[in-house]
């Protein structure tokens, strides 16, 4: 049995966490930075880093204290070092350095996105390799082939926004606070969700990929019509997205033999996804597997647990290990159209 002390800073929360490679999660602190952005609609990185650097130090010794740890139990350091902001990711990451030398124990740089795709493995012990991953976050909206731990094929991305991104920028156009994503999918709940005739951009086609620009126009212009609720037009988005998901995942699943579906990432948090997700995984006969919505949204339970699986396979890093705003799981993967940075 190994300990991890995990540490995430790479977008707007803050966290530390100590966690077992036997699957137990001594503590966790998780500090988010909602309140700062909200005036501005977005994360502001120079606020993010800041706040980073005030409440990290704090949180670490929050976690050794409620375990009854000192650094010296540790087996390993495990720090996101990307993708990120990147004045974000090197708070952690300095301060995983640090802990890791004087300690004396390897550091784990971990992909981000790595935490997220092994997360659903920390709370369910009976997930094997491979399984289909749909990543759903606010920077990410990918479908990829999870064969093994760094070992990642991606099927299918946003050729424009992510899905947690979309949600964010509807959020916006109804005048609700950011993170968009909670906003959008409380006040849905009194909605009728097929009362906006909304697009869903490209279902149906054999492309791989997501698209949600058009959709966001497309809210932009029921929002100024005036002749819709804004509780039928967030549920409307919302079906619409979910929608979205379901035929790309659905395309993708008919290219994979993987057993497993698995939902992970910020956007996984909500309830109608996760269980449109659920009812597809049945109907095409494959295991479903998601995590609770705590894992779901970003938290350092996720990057001690990818250390814990990579300090099993013995892929530790140096400590001059780069600090990487991009960072994509799948190298090989090429750029496809229109997609930008979001690849
Ligand atoms: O994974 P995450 O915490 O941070 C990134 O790595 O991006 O994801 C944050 C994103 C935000 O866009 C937020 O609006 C979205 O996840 N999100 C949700 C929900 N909770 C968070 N989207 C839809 N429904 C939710 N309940
Ligand atoms: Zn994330």
């Known amino acids: 049995m190994s300990l991890i002390l995990g540490l995430e800073s790479s977008c707007d929360d803050t966290s530390a966490a100590l ?14 930075q909602n309140q700062a952005h909200q005036p501005y609609g977005g994360v502001v990185p120079e606020i993010a880093a800041r706040a980073h650097v005030e409440i990290l130090p704090a949180l670490i010794e929050q976690v050794l204290d409620e375990a009854k740890a000192s650094v010296s139990d540790l087996d390993a350091v495990a720090a996101t070092a990307g993708p990120g902001l990147i004045g974000g990711v090197m708070v952690a990451l300095l301060a995983g350095k640090g802990i890791a030398l004087a300690a004396g124990r390897p550091l784990i740089a971990v992909n981000h996105l790595e935490g997220h795709a092994l997360s659903p493995r920390l709370v369910d012990p009976d997930l094997a390799f491979p399984y289909l991953l749909l990543l759903v976050s606010g920077g990410h909206c990918q479908l990829l082939e999870v064969r093994g731990v760094g070992d990642y094929r991606r099927l299918a991305t946003t050729i424009d926004d992510a899905a947690g991104e979309a949600f964010d920028k509807a959020a916006k156009l109804l005048g609700l606070p950011y993170p968009g994503g909670p906003a959008i999918e409380e006040l849905a709940k009194a909605g009728d969700p097929v009362a906006v005739p909304l697009p869903r951009p490209l279902v149906g086609s054999g492309e791989p990929h997501f698209s949600f620009a058009g959709l966001k126009s ?13 509780e039928d037009i967030a549920a409307s988005f919302q079906q619409a997205v979910v929608d979205c998901l379901v035929d790309r995942t659905r395309l993708a699943l008919g290219t994979s033999d993987a057993p497993a579906l698995v939902v992970a990432g910020g956007v996984a948090a909500n309830k109608a996804i996760r269980s449109a997700l659920s009812n597809l995984a049945k109907n095409e006969g494959r295991h479903f597997s998601v995590p609770p919505a705590w894992l779901c949204t970003d938290n350092a339970a996720m990057i001690a647990w990818a250390g814990a699986e990579r300090l099993a396979q013995g892929l530790t890093d140096e400590l001059d290990a780069p600090a990487r705003a991009r960072w994509p799981l799948d190298e090989a993967a090429g750029k496809v159209r229109g997609a930008g940075v979001k690849a």
């Open 218 to 230: 497309a809210v932009q212009r029921a929002v100024a019509a005036g002749t819709h609720s804004p």
């Open 19 to 32: 966690v077992t490679s036997d699957r137990r999660i001594l503590a966790q602190a998780v500090v988010g």
